[in-house]
Nanobody, 115 residues
């Protein structure tokens, strides 16, 4: 079992920044990968960024150069640093952990980009 607790969402103006955090239960090294997904109203959930156990990362094209995924092994926490935010980044952001063959989800945190 993996429990995920997210924090850091909120309201930000276009061009602003936010950092999301996702704390895991147990050691982060037991997980195959962790990532952030988002779901906007009326749209499907999509991958935003992911990081593997080995440290490899990948990003959705729409966030490359603006978002950075990282982790703190001592705190068993994954972060998503979001910069140059746009209104189209508005969504509920979900933390995801893969402990194959299972995967786990956080409760979601709302990010709203609006002036």
């Amino acid at each position: 079992q993996v429990q995920l607790v997210e924090s850091g969402g909120g309201l930000v103006q276009p061009g602003g920044s936010l950092r999301l955090s996702c704390a895991t239960s147990g050691s982060i090294f037991r997980l195959n990968a962790m990532g952030w997904y988002r779901q906007a109203p009326g749209k499907q959930r999509e991958l935003v960024a992911a990081i593997t156990r080995g440290g490899s990362t990948n990003y959705a094209d729409s966030v490359k150069g603006r978002f950075t995924i990282s982790r703190d092994n001592d705190k068993n926490t994954v972060y998503l640093q979001m910069s140059s935010l746009k209104p189209e980044d508005t969504a509920v952001y979900y933390c995801n952990a893969k402990l194959l063959p299972a995967e786990y989800w956080g409760q979601g945190t709302q990010v709203t980009v609006s002036s």
